[in-house]
């Protein structure tokens, strides 16, 4: 991988046409960020956020729905061993990844590298969950009682914050993953997502 070069449109993936017509059918591609730790809320992001937690399958047909999480579930099986649990978490990354616009396999490389499919995992910093949240964007978006170990919850925030990332940097990915791991200037994290989604993620 070249630093600062990758972005969405340049991922090179058999079955490109498809991932178009994924891309296409997520209309609303909602938008937030975490910000750098001791700098102010930013307004703007909490109202996206607010509106993405608010928000009917992802799969376009039952063909390709089939084929994707039996491929996906047998490539999660040592992460979650529940069959049952496998398919209902293949099916909600799917849908909100697709959701907010993201590829599904990009979002599975970000919950493995950030927490290898715990939801419960809880950072040093303080982040929760399959996509590392932090919990102080609950109380910002008016939703104290919620909770980041709930899996829904989890993955619409934090492909929520990917996207909003991914729009500010115009679409480079490299740049994009720096920012949503709170490294940006290091290449370092977004490398690791890359490697994991070459060798464990990426759909044929």
């Not at 058999?14 to 991932?19: E, T, V």
């Not at 729905?65 to 099986?77: K, N, P, Y």
């Not at 925030?157 to 920012?179: F, S, V």
């Not at 940006?184 to 060798?199: E, F, I, K, P, Q």
Request: include cysteine; hydrophobic fraction near 45%; aromatic fraction near 10%.
């Amino acid at each position: 991988m070249i630093p600062g070069v990758l972005c969405i449109p340049c991922i090179p993936a058999p079955g490109a046409r498809a991932w178009r017509r994924l891309l296409a059918a997520a209309a609303l591609a909602w938008a937030a960020a975490v910000p750098a730790a001791g700098q102010p809320v930013d307004p703007e992001l909490r109202e996206l956020l607010r509106a993405a937690i608010a928000g009917t399958d992802s799969f376009t047909d039952r063909f390709e729905a089939e084929v994707w999480l039996t491929d996906m579930s047998q490539r999660l099986a040592p992460y979650v061993p529940d069959p049952k649990e496998r398919v209902a978490l293949l099916r909600q990354i799917h849908y909100e990844a697709t959701r907010a616009g993201l590829m599904p396999e990009l979002v599975l490389a970000v919950i493995h590298v950030e927490s290898r499919f715990d939801r419960y995992a809880i950072s040093r910093a303080g982040a929760q969950g399959l996509m590392q949240v932090m919990p102080f964007w609950l109380k910002e978006i008016g939703r104290p009682g919620d909770s980041l170990f709930n899996v829904r919850t989890n993955l619409r925030l934090g492909c929520t914050i990917l996207r909003y990332y991914l729009d500010k940097e115009k679409g480079n990915l490299t740049r994009a993953l720096a920012r949503y791991n709170g490294s940006a200037g290091s290449y370092r994290y977004t490398n690791r997502v890359y490697r994991v989604l070459d060798r464990h993620w990426r759909y044929e």
